[in-house]
Every structure is written in C-alpha cells, then in structure tokens.
C-alpha cells in the first residue's frame, strides 16, 4: 500500500470567508463552514484533502486532510475541483458533510506516488537514529528481540482524530499490555514526532508525561517520543510510507502505524486512523512469535 496525501499548494484568490452559525447543531457538535481546493479525494480510505481558506473560529487557511462518513459522497470528485463543504467536530472526531463541488477545476499539482516507499511485510527495517525524550540517542536496533510498534505524530496537531487519536490508541495498548507481564516484557512503544524544530526532547517529554503509565525515573521505559534532525526525519518518514508537508503553520500529513517482529523486519503495517487498539494489540501478540534476531 502507498500513502498518497499530496503535498499542500497555496490557496486560491477567489476564495471567501463565510461561517455557519446558523447551522442546527447536536449537544457537543460543532460546525463550519468550509471552502477550497480539492487535492486529492480517495474513495477507497474514505479521506478528502482541501486547500482551504481560514475557517474561523476553527483553523487558519491550509490544506489538511479529512475524513467523510460515507464514501459515496466523495463520487464525481477529482483534484482541482472547488468545493464547499461543512467540518464537522464531534467528540473525539472531525469529518466532512455536505459537499458540494461548486467548479470543477484543473488537477492540483501532487507529488508522483511513487515517491513513497511501499512496505512490505517481512522487508529490513534500516536501522534510523532518533533523539528520545530525554534527549538520548536511540537506534532501532536496540530493540531487536521485541516487537516494536511506531507510529507518527506531532503534538500541536489541531484534529482530534489525527495525532492525538494516535496517542490516545497507544496509551490504551499501554495500559493493556501492562496487564501482561510477559507481553509488556516482550514489546516495546515508539512515537516519533515529524516537527523536531518544535517538537523538542523537552517538549515531547512533556507530552508524553501525559500519557505514559508511571511517573518516575522508568516512565518512558517502555514507550519512548523521539525525533530526528529533518533530513533524518524525511527520510524516515519516507521509508514508512508517510507523507508530510508543512503549510501554513501547520502540517498537512497522513497517518501510518507499523508493527516489527522482533527480528526488526515489517511484520503489518496500518494505514490511517481506521485501525483499533484491540486489533493491534492481537497483531502485536501474533508478531511475537516471528523469530527474535540474535
């Protein structure tokens, strides 16, 4: 499988400001309006990529990625086309309604598929230096003998059922693993950031401490946050099949998640926000079985 989230291109001049306060919203349910640039529309992940305007009270202008409930309603469009459309906040998701294709438009400019590395299960995993949250250097290697789940993330990341959907999935196979001795011994948690220039071993310390079970000398023993300087960090991101750029202030991104055995090879990978902790945490159990390197 290949991410295929494009690159953010700047916006539009004829694009204006409009809201949607008037909208009828459920208790806990907020809405705004929406209006932009179509980059990609993917049917089959049920995602839509906007270079949009500044919605207010919401997010500055940017292109960002967004889910939609039902796959159908992404039928007739293409890149290029200029949309409306309403983000919808609920809970601990963000999703597209409503669109609307209001001109259809050339093709946005997206960088060649190609360019991202497809994984494949089994395949040598190169072992990529990173800076943890104490400021340590950590290889890959180190956790040879121990499967070893990753994912991406950074932590000013707006959308709740992007990043901090990521942490919240890997705090709740935390705390199951724990459970398990012999799991937990066996496994290990790395969340790699993709802003080192904010995100800090300071910062991602700070973050983590939110999240990580214990609260002494041993609380990242067992999930670590880390990053790399950004040659690093895109080559990495490369390699994992994960596609980033930053716009705006902010970073338009994909998600992606992967499990090595602990023979450090790519035992499954995960694209998305779709997967759940439960499944993971079977794949996770399942990879301990892949014979350990020694």
């Given at each position: 499988m290949i991410l295929t989230l494009a690159a953010g291109v700047s916006l539009c001049s004829w694009l204006t400001a409009c809201s949607s306060q008037n909208e009828p919203q459920s208790p806990g349910t907020q809405r705004y309006q929406l209006r932009g640039t179509v980059i990609t529309a993917d049917k089959e992940h049920k995602t839509l990529v906007v270079d949009h305007e500044a919605i207010p009270g919401f997010m500055e202008a940017m292109a960002m990625g967004y889910g939609v409930k039902d796959a159908d309603s992404l039928n007739g469009i293409a890149s290029g086309d200029q949309v409306t459309a309403q983000v919808v906040v609920g809970g601990n998701s963000t999703w597209l309604e409503n669109i609307v294709v209001v001109k259809k438009g050339e093709p946005a400019k997206s960088p060649p598929a190609s360019q991202l590395h497809q994984l494949e299960t089994g395949e040598e995993v190169p072992n990529f230096v990173?800076?943890?949250?104490?400021?340590?250097?950590?290889?890959?290697?180190?956790?040879?003998?121990?499967?070893?789940?990753?994912?991406?993330?950074?932590?000013?990341?707006?959308?709740?059922?992007?990043?901090?959907?990521?942490?919240?999935?890997?705090?709740?196979?935390?705390?199951?693993?724990?459970?398990?001795?012999?799991?937990?011994?066996?496994?290990?948690?790395?969340?790699?950031?993709?802003?080192?220039?904010?995100?800090?071993?300071?910062?991602?310390?700070?973050?983590?401490?939110?999240?990580?079970?214990?609260?002494?000398?041993?609380?990242?023993?067992?999930?670590?946050?880390?990053?790399?300087?950004?040659?690093?960090?895109?080559?990495i991101a490369s390699f994992f099949g994960f596609g980033y750029q930053k716009e705006s202030g902010e970073i338009l991104h994909g998600l992606s998640t992967t499990i090595l055995s602990p023979d450090g090879k790519i035992y499954k990978w995960y694209y998305g926000n779709e997967w759940t902790p439960q499944a993971v945490l079977k794949d996770l159990r399942s990879s301990l079985q892949s014979p350990a390197q020694k």
């Open positions: 990173l800076v943890n949250q104490d400021d340590q250097r950590i290889e890959l290697r180190q956790y040879r003998g121990k499967a070893l789940l990753i994912t991406f993330l950074y932590t000013r990341c707006p959308l709740p059922d992007y990043c901090p959907l990521m942490t919240r999935n890997f705090a709740e196979i935390e705390q199951a693993l724990a459970k398990d001795p012999a799991a937990y011994a066996q496994t290990h948690l790395l969340t790699i950031s993709f802003d080192p220039e904010y995100d800090t071993p300071k910062v991602l310390r700070a973050y983590g401490s939110k999240y990580v079970l214990q609260r002494d000398a041993h609380a990242f023993d067992h999930w670590e946050f880390a990053s790399a300087p950004e040659a690093q960090m895109k080559e």
